[in-house]
């Protein structure tokens, strides 16, 4: 089983940044699909980012850009930078793991709360 462990949300003004990080406890993590999705208040949870084991990745068209997606093997933790906040950008942000593109199965986050405002 994967557990994931996520902080670095928090309140921000427009245009200011923000890094995500999202450590995990599995043993071959150098392995596993990486993303990160959002929900918003009212609206259905959406995909953000994603990393292949391979390093390729896939932005949503919203933050592509603004935001980076990132991995860090030796420690077993991934990120997410997130640049030139906007209002749109407020939501609940997990991270999830995949064992594989075919798996049945993705591991989450408990999430944490990115808010832009001024």
């Known amino acids: 089983q994967v557990q994931l462990v996520e902080s670095g949300g928090g309140l921000v003004q427009p245009g200011g940044s923000l890094r995500l990080s999202c450590a995990a406890s599995?043993?071959?993590?150098?392995?596993?699909?990486l993303g990160w999705y959002r929900q918003a208040s009212e609206k259905q949870r959406e995909l953000v980012a994603a990393?292949?084991?391979?390093?390729?990745?896939n932005y949503a068209d919203s933050v592509k850009g603004r935001f980076t997606i990132s991995r860090d093997n030796g420690k077993n933790t991934m990120y997410l930078q997130m640049n030139s906040l906007t209002p749109e950008d407020t939501a609940v942000y997990y991270c999830?793991?995949?064992?594989?593109?075919?798996?049945?199965?993705?591991?989450w986050g408990q999430g944490t709360q990115v808010t832009v405002s001024s």
């Open positions: 999830y793991a995949r064992p594989s593109l075919l798996s049945l199965t993705s591991y």
């Open positions: 599995g043993s071959a993590f150098s392995r596993y699909v």
């Open positions: 990393m292949s084991s391979g390093g390729s990745t």
